[in-house]
């Protein structure tokens, strides 16, 4: 329905990507001003560099797309979309995303790596398990991602992000299980939004829960984005990109 652009200041010029025609119909009925584009963001074709900044809720799966401009590695849709977002951002704009921990988590860490050569991760935030269980019906894990589009010629800063711990969690029947966490939640456990757990995933394998404080998220997940967003102004990386004219 619209929401990103919905929240968004009055002076942005936005365009949504939308590959439900009466999810796209109808946000474009409530925002005449945006452009809504009905298709999949891998079939959108717009220059590099055309955005100051891009927001949204990537879709998840385990499964590769086909995008030879920019994903000719074939990494999964979720990592897949993030990339090719910062490849449509211009140097200094913000990709915020909320994706799936598998991102941050994965022991594999060439997709991490394909990020951290565009972008430096401003901030990362891990919702509890079931944040979007009214809305959506899932109980996923996800994590919310601050990404800043390097400039040519900046080096990369902290790069504690691009790899994984194994973690020693207890179970319900006491037993420890070792699960894999991003560096950067066990450097900074402030982010990460409740108590690390393990649950059941696909197969009966063991897999991380967070569990928190749904009732009080919307306020803490504020505080944390506030947080974060001060400290890359701070440290010089605010947004500052000049976007393309579409």
């Known amino acids: 329905s619209g929401t990103f652009i919905g929240l968004a200041p009055q002076a942005a010029q ?6 439900d025609p009466i999810t796209a119909a109808v946000a474009a009925r409530l925002y005449p001003s945006a452009q809504i584009r009905l298709e999949g963001f891998e079939t959108t074709r717009v220059p590099n560099g055309s955005f100051a900044a891009v927001i949204g809720n990537v879709p998840f799966g385990d499964f590769p797309i086909d ?29 915020a995303v909320l994706t799936s921990h598998f991102t941050m988590d994965a022991v594999n860490a060439k997709a ?11 901030g990362a935030v891990r919702l509890p398990s079931g ?19 390097r400039e040519p010629g900046r080096p990369a800063a902290d790069t504690t992000w691009l790899s994984t711990s194994p973690v020693s969690v207890m179970d319900k029947d006491g037993e420890d299980v070792e699960l894999s ?18 649950g059941h995933g696909l197969h009966g394998r063991a897999a991380q829960v967070v569990t928190g404080d749904l009732d ?31």
């Not at 936005?14 to 590959?19: C, D, L, R």
């Not at 306020?219 to 001060?230: N, P």
């Open 181 to 198: 966490v991003n560096d950067y939640f066990l450097a900074h456990p402030e982010n990460l939004l409740g108590d690390i757990g393990v």
């Open 216 to 246: 009080q998220l919307t306020e803490t997940l504020s505080q944390r984005m506030s947080a974060i967003i001060a400290g890359a102004r701070q440290a010089g990386k605010a947004l500052t990109a000049t976007p393309a004219s579409l």
């Open 67 to 95: 995008d030879p401009a920019h994903n000719p590695q074939r990494f999964s849709i979720h990592n897949a979309f993030i990339i090719k977002s910062l490849d449509l951002t211009a140097p200094g704009g913000y990709v």
């Open 131 to 149: 944040a979007f269980r009214r809305v959506a019906g899932t109980e996923a894990l996800t994590d919310v991602l601050i990404l800043r589009r």
């Open 14 to 19: 936005m365009v949504g990507v939308e590959t």
């Open 112 to 122: 991490r790596t394909a990020i951290g050569d565009r972008a430096d991760l401003i």
